[in-house]
């Protein structure tokens, strides 16, 4: 299975318990943040965010944003308006639990499709490290801007991402409402499993002719989610080819 699909599932089943499964917290989880760190992601508004690969993004209300990363997919359904949200990438268009949810917005299937992005004319676009640099550097050339939010490689990455998109998107408190409602449904999974129970994992991720691996046995490494220690190693990527 592909790293970004595997992500975007994960992050996908997480996200559909927000609003169907009750909670408790008799101890707190050893896999995210607590509560401080909600407070204190998000408490600076900065007026420029700088991405993955180096590049400055002001922070703004944009108005058409595309997603080409499956894990920003799901992120940007609970943070934007939907009239804002111009495209997604075409996996999660097909499979996602609520695709209702995106109406008639297109799907793009690879970050080389240059004609049908500039077609939906976003003022944001915004990628991973997989998205070809040629093709975003003319993106950028038709005014639009470009945002790699990064490799994810678990919990802790995705809760950056949430972070990192309210204040790029100018949806500071929808961030802080989402990171709140993940961390409740992490600790309700993290309570329901004794850690005598849990069972070791491995992510495989498979980069062209390269495959990496890493195991479940780094206490540092290891993300306890939905009663299995996983290894947050992989990473999402944008659509392409």
Request: aromatic share 4%; hydrophobic share 40%; glycine share 8%.
């Amino acid at each position: 299975m592909r790293p970004d699909v595997m992500n975007a599932g994960l992050l996908g089943a997480a996200l559909a318990l927000a609003g169907t499964l009750a909670w408790s917290v008799g101890r707190a989880p050893n896999v995210v943040p607590g509560p401080a760190s909600m407070e204190t992601g998000l408490s600076a508004r900065p007026t420029e965010l700088t991405d993955a690969r180096g590049i400055v993004v002001p922070v703004a209300p944009y108005a058409r944003v595309l997603s080409l990363s499956t894990v920003a997919d799901h992120l940007l359904l609970e943070l934007l308006e939907p009239e804002r949200l111009v495209g997604i990438t075409q996996y999660v268009r097909d499979s996602h639990p609520e695709r209702w949810r995106f109406g008639d917005r297109p799907g793009i299937r690879s970050s080389s499709e240059l004609e049908r992005v500039l077609l939906l004319e976003p003022d944001l676009v915004v990628v991973t490290p997989f998205a070809d640099e040629a093709y975003m550097a003319r993106v950028r050339k038709s005014g639009a801007r470009v945002f790699d939010l990064g490799e994810t490689r678990g919990v802790e990455s995705t809760l950056r991402m949430i972070r990192t998109l309210g204040s790029l998107l100018d949806a500071v408190d929808r961030a802080k409402a989402l990171e709140g409602r993940l961390l409740r449904q992490l600790w309700a999974l993290d309570a329901a499993v004794p850690p005598a129970e849990r069972v070791a994992g491995m992510y495989l991720g498979v980069y062209g002719d390269s495959r990496t691996a890493a195991s479940a046995t780094s206490p540092r490494r290891r993300a306890s989610t939905a009663g299995r220690a996983t290894t947050p190693r992989t990473s999402s990527r944008s659509t392409r080819a």
